[in-house]
């Protein structure tokens, strides 16, 4: 059920002069104005998803609060998206971050929250902007659903990255650059320590135009003879990907491969060097994602929110609207593997905004309890599946192909995005490519493996951008 109303504040002083007299007695005042679009865009038992796009009608500002009281008492704000979000009463607030903080006038913001409710779920009657009511509305329905006011349509493109530009977080979604959630869906690198040679002009032309893949996840290994031995030469190997990916119209997931040991504060120095250079460096790009831990393990929740509220303001100061991937606990299985939940996420998330977190599976080694967690978790929690593989946990071992379907279909129903691991020619049954491909030049359909077959009949339908 989707509903939305407009809270137009021409009285706001924009055009009129006598209406600018009236609010603001100083002549040399600057004009305000405001319009807000309230949009429920989701609501499920017990809570609600809302966007709220904020427009300025009036001279620039450079900062912002926006303001608006619940009409019922139990709804409440619990996390919110591109502001900082809080709540007393049933007020709520948000404030500009420090990306978004310069509104030029005309210009709009795309902000949202997801909310518990105990009830009824009306809309807010009415917005402030800096203290000044957007008023003007003709009120919002509560009972006449409506369509929301979504103005933009994605661009249309002939590559993924054509199709939608700049991606952000929106509620539980990966969004693109006209706020529609979208899916991508590709392949990881194997550690690029072991198989750089797999990544050539050749193999990524069959990634992009065979393979159609909308995702190049670039598997930057810490240890086991990866970046802490040579940071300058893994540093420029991952930002030349990051160039392959986006000449293709791909998106590149920077993965800063921590595995052992498993906690990622054992790399925090390394992590903000990396992360300060590639972002600097990809700052202007639209196509890079930034992945900083990939599998925690043996480290509880605390600390890793604690390694990436250290991490994620390195990447913001040099690239302030990039999405970031934070990992989980338990190998990054939201807490399942170390016979935890989703809820200590909930409980205690990381503070910081335009975030997703991580869940990886093996479709042999994780079934039903993992997927009804991902299915529960996916209402709440903004969820990208940067690894995921046809066979055990160990790479290796038989392909299981219901376990897979069943994972991807899930993943397509929820619009999770996904890169399956891996897009080399190793010689263990996860990977894609048969072993030798790679010191050729065909990758070809008959280069594949079973698994590689598989995901690539999945990657290559086409997207629904
Ligand atoms: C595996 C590789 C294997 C390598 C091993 C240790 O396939 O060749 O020897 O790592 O580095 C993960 C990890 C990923 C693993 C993969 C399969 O993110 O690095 O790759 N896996 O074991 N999590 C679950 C499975």
Redesign the pocket.
């Known amino acids: 059920m989707k509903r939305s109303i407009a809270a137009l504040a021409a009285a706001c002083a924009t055009v009129l002069g006598s209406a600018a007299v009236l609010l603001m007695p100083e002549a040399s005042a600057a004009a305000q104005g405001c319009r807000v679009d309230y949009t429920v865009t989701n609501q499920w038992q017990g809570g609600f998803q809302a966007g709220v796009k904020v427009t300025n009608l009036g001279d620039a500002v450079t900062g912002w609060s926006l303001r608006f009281t619940f009409p019922d008492s139990g709804q409440k704000v619990a996390q919110g998206w591109n502001a900082t979000w809080s709540q007393s009463g049933s007020t709520a607030t948000a404030t500009n971050t420090d990306w978004n903080r310069a509104l030029a006038s005309g210009a709009s913001v795309d902000l949202g929250f997801t909310g518990t409710t105990t009830g009824a779920n009306p809309v807010p009657a009415s917005f402030t902007l800096n203290g000044l009511t957007c008023t003007g509305t003709t009120g919002p329905s509560t009972t006449t659903p409506t369509t929301p006011t979504t103005t933009t349509t994605p661009s249309p493109g002939s590559t993924p990255l054509a199709a939608n530009g700049q991606l952000h977080v929106c509620g539980v979604h990966l969004c693109n650059e006209a706020n529609r959630a979208i899916q991508l869906r590709g392949m990881s690198t194997?550690?690029l320590q072991?198989f750089d040679e797999c990544y050539n002009d050749a193999s990524l032309d069959a990634l992009a135009n065979d393979w159609h893949a909308d995702l190049l996840r670039i598997?930057m290994?810490v240890q086991?003879q990866g970046y802490e031995t040579n940071p300058s030469w893994f540093t420029n190997r991952v930002n030349s990907l990051v160039d392959e990916a986006e000449e293709r119209g791909m998106y590149a997931v920077i993965d800063f491969?921590t595995?052992?040991p498993g906690d990622p504060n054992y790399n925090l120095d390394r992590a903000k060097t990396f992360f300060a250079a590639v972002a600097a460096r990809n700052a202007a790009k639209k196509n890079v994602v930034y992945e900083i831990a990939?599998?925690p393990n043996g480290v509880s929740w605390a600390g890793i929110k604690s390694y990436a509220e250290q991490v994620i303001p390195v990447i913001r100061a040099a690239d302030p609207d990039a999405v970031v991937i934070v990992g989980t606990r338990g190998?990054?299985s939201l807490g399942v593997s170390d016979g935890s939940s989703e809820t200590e996420i909930l409980n205690n998330p990381v503070n910081a905004t335009n975030i997703m977190y991580t869940f990886?599976f093996?479709a042999a080694?994780h079934k039903d309890n993992y997927r009804s967690t991902v299915s529960r978790a996916a209402v709440k929690l903004p969820l990208f599946v940067t690894?995921f593989?046809t066979?055990?946990?160990?790479?290796?071992g038989a392909l299981d192909q219901s376990s897979t379907t069943a994972w991807l279909d899930l993943l397509d129903q929820l619009k999770i995005s996904y890169a399956n691991?891996?897009y080399?020619d190793?010689d263990?049954s996860?990977?894609a490519l048969r072993p030798g491909t790679c010191a050729g030049s065909d990758y070809g359909s008959g280069r594949l493996t079973e698994s590689g077959a598989l995901v690539r009949s999945r990657v290559s339908t086409p997207d629904s951008f």
Not at 391 to 396: F, K, L
Request: hydrophobic content about 30%; cysteine-free.
């Open positions: 194997h550690g072991w598997a290994y086991e491969h595995l052992t990939n599998e190998w990054s990886h093996y080694s690894e593989g066979v055990s946990a160990t790479g290796g691991w891996t080399s190793a263990e996860s990977a």
